[in-house]
């Protein structure tokens, strides 16, 4: 394990020692099934269970498959699929003991050849967020062979949960998924857990939980605990949670938006840049004005109070629903009551997915969103004039640097920021779809190279 420079040494605590691989060399889909079996084996724990593999051979022929559809395009469209190994019995026995029934699959009555040709005449008929293509290992004639056999509708209950849109979801089955967005990007998961994204040559392992434990959390932490306050000062008491069972909801439902934020940007597919800064600053203020010039200044300052008010209404409303539910204290009156809290969490639900869409379609402007740590609009079409003579490197979770030039403009001007305010961070979308973090740290900017935002494991 490399060491962290000794440049980095108050806030390291933070810095999670995730490895890069493919960093020096050159990787191929031909060489991920020896890195997928050494990250699966490291995530073994008693809340995991490991997916079962197919072989070296099987799993090289899915990717070499799939990477290569991913390049072409159907009537001018890019392709976007999903791939899951299983045979149909499994899928059942999944389903059964899962308890339902939500992923169904469509059998086809012939088998079709696992092929480049067959993904790109079939990729436009299964929608991305919900469908899943089937494959499977078929013996034909004393020999075996790769064949689509179906489809799975696996519903899309969990495209809306992981973009925060609804309170719940059912992941995909827990069997080897290979995902295509983009041209050349390949991510390999199961049961909605990304387990690595080929990208630009490059296979990384995704840091999942980088908005709660690294310093890109660290800078939030201030704000998610006067949201805190400010939930538990709107209800009038001391706790959020008196058994202390779910007491960090607010802080979570705090950064669930801006994982919500991120989600959307993505689904734009032309990439954005996000400049969060603390709340004391004003779009006017010299300290941001010296070193980004705001487009379009604004003031939009709701998102605080309806994330506020919809935590406020949610513990209100689970308040009158469990004794409500076991058939206690029923009266007309709470029963209105119960109605009433419904309609309005639904109604806030509504106007922040309102505020979501519209912020994220800020991003479509060049230049950057700016937006402070209490969720305050200050401006967008940002563009960052600051010059950072000395910055030519970042540094990586592995500890090793890598040259600024080796990234485009929108990535410099994001590290050319943060370098000069210590106190911001800057979020990177890609028009691929990958998200990275950036921020100072002591004398360096550090670079999360995919921080995969809500472990969107499709």
């Given at each position: 394990m490399?060491n962290?420079?000794?440049?980095t040494?108050?806030?390291?605590e933070?810095f999670?020692y995730?490895k890069?691989?493919?960093?020096?060399?050159?990787?191929?889909?031909?060489?991920i099934p020896k890195?997928?079996?050494?990250r699966?084996?490291?995530?073994?724990s008693?809340?995991?269970?490991?997916?079962?593999?197919?072989?070296?051979?099987?799993?090289?022929?899915l990717?070499?498959?799939?990477?290569?559809?991913?390049?072409?395009?159907?009537e001018?469209?890019?392709?976007?699929?999903?791939?899951?190994?299983?045979?149909?019995?499994?899928i059942?026995?999944a389903n059964?003991?899962?308890?339902?029934?939500?992923?169904?699959?469509?059998?086809f009555?012939?088998?079709?050849?696992?092929?480049?040709?067959?993904?790109?005449?079939?990729?436009?008929?299964?929608?991305?967020?919900?469908?899943l293509i089937?494959?499977?290992?078929?013996?034909?004639?004393?020999?075996?062979k790769?064949?689509i056999?179906?489809v799975?509708?696996?519903?899309s209950?969990w495209?809306?949960?992981?973009?925060?849109?609804?309170?719940?979801?059912?992941p995909?089955?827990?069997?080897?998924?290979?995902?295509?967005s983009?041209?050349?990007?390949?991510?390999?998961?199961?049961?909605?857990?990304?387990?690595?994204?080929?990208?630009g040559?490059?296979?990384?392992?995704?840091?999942?939980?980088?908005?709660y434990?690294?310093?890109l959390?660290?800078?939030?932490?201030?704000?998610?605990?006067?949201?805190?306050?400010?939930?538990?000062?709107?209800?009038?008491?001391?706790?959020?949670?008196?058994?202390?069972?779910?007491?960090?909801?607010?802080?979570?439902?705090?950064?669930?938006?801006?994982e919500?934020?991120?989600?959307?940007?993505?689904?734009?597919?032309?990439?954005?840049?996000?400049?969060?800064?603390?709340?004391y600053?004003?779009?006017?203020?010299t300290?941001?004005l010296?070193?980004?010039?705001?487009?379009?200044p604004?003031?939009?300052?709701?998102?605080?109070?309806?994330?506020?008010d919809?935590?406020?209404?949610?513990?209100?409303?689970?308040?009158?629903?469990?004794?409500?539910?076991?058939?206690?204290k029923?009266?007309?009156?709470?029963?209105?009551?119960?109605?009433?809290?419904?309609?309005?969490?639904?109604?806030?639900?509504?106007?922040?997915?309102?505020?979501?869409?519209?912020?994220?379609?800020?991003?479509?402007?060049d230049?950057?969103?700016?937006?402070?740590?209490?969720?305050?609009?200050?401006?967008?079409?940002?563009?960052v004039i600051?010059?950072?003579?000395?910055?030519?490197?970042?540094?990586?979770?592995?500890?090793t640097?890598?040259?600024i030039?080796d990234?485009?403009?929108?990535?410099?001007?994001?590290?050319?920021?943060?370098s000069?305010?210590?106190?911001?961070?800057?979020?990177i979308?890609?028009?691929?779809?990958?998200?990275?973090?950036?921020l100072?740290?002591?004398?360096?900017?550090?670079?999360?190279?995919?921080?995969?935002?809500?472990?969107?494991?499709?």
């Amino acid at each position: 394990m490399e060491n962290i420079p000794s440049t980095t040494c108050n806030r390291t605590e933070y810095f999670p020692y995730i490895k890069l691989l493919g960093k020096k060399q050159m990787i191929y889909p031909k060489d991920i099934p020896k890195l997928l079996r050494a990250r699966i084996g490291a995530l073994k724990s008693e809340y995991f269970e490991s997916p079962k593999l197919p072989s070296d051979s099987i799993m090289n022929e899915l990717l070499e498959v799939a990477y290569h559809a991913s390049f072409l395009t159907e009537e001018g469209r890019k392709l976007s699929f999903r791939v899951i190994f299983a045979i149909e019995s499994d899928i059942a026995e999944a389903n059964t003991r899962r308890g339902h029934s939500a992923a169904r699959p469509i059998v086809f009555n012939c088998p079709r050849d696992f092929t480049v040709a067959e993904l790109l005449r079939l990729s436009p008929a299964v929608e991305f967020t919900q469908g899943l293509i089937c494959v499977a290992e078929f013996k034909r004639e004393k020999r075996s062979k790769l064949e689509i056999w179906g489809v799975l509708d696996s519903g899309s209950s969990w495209w809306h949960f992981m973009h925060h849109n609804s309170s719940h979801g059912m992941p995909p089955p827990n069997f080897i998924t290979i995902s295509c967005s983009a041209p050349g990007q390949v991510s390999v998961s199961a049961q909605g857990q990304i387990f690595m994204t080929l990208r630009g040559g490059a296979v990384q392992e995704p840091v999942s939980e980088a908005l709660y434990e690294t310093p890109l959390g660290a800078f939030f932490d201030s704000a998610r605990k006067q949201f805190h306050q400010d939930v538990i000062a709107g209800l009038g008491v001391q706790k959020y949670d008196i058994e202390d069972h779910d007491e960090d909801f607010p802080q979570r439902f705090y950064t669930f938006f801006i994982e919500r934020l991120l989600f959307h940007i993505r689904e734009k597919k032309h990439g954005g840049t996000i400049f969060f800064v603390p709340d004391y600053l004003k779009h006017d203020d010299t300290r941001l004005l010296d070193r980004i010039s705001i487009k379009y200044p604004i003031d939009y300052d709701v998102v605080w109070p309806l994330l506020r008010d919809s935590v406020i209404t949610h513990r209100k409303y689970y308040d009158l629903y469990f004794p409500l539910g076991d058939g206690k204290k029923l009266t007309r009156e709470r029963f209105s009551k119960f109605t009433l809290l419904d309609w309005e969490k639904e109604s806030i639900e509504e106007s922040i997915t309102d505020c979501v869409q519209f912020i994220a379609g800020l991003s479509g402007v060049d230049g950057a969103i700016v937006i402070t740590d209490k969720l305050r609009v200050l401006g967008f079409g940002a563009e960052v004039i600051v010059q950072s003579q000395n910055l030519t490197h970042v540094l990586l979770p592995s500890g090793t640097k890598r040259s600024i030039s080796d990234y485009g403009t929108r990535h410099r001007s994001a590290f050319r920021f943060c370098s000069s305010l210590e106190e911001a961070v800057a979020f990177i979308v890609s028009s691929d779809g990958g998200v990275k973090g950036t921020l100072r740290v002591d004398s360096e900017v550090a670079l999360w190279p995919d921080i995969n935002v809500g472990g969107f494991g499709i």
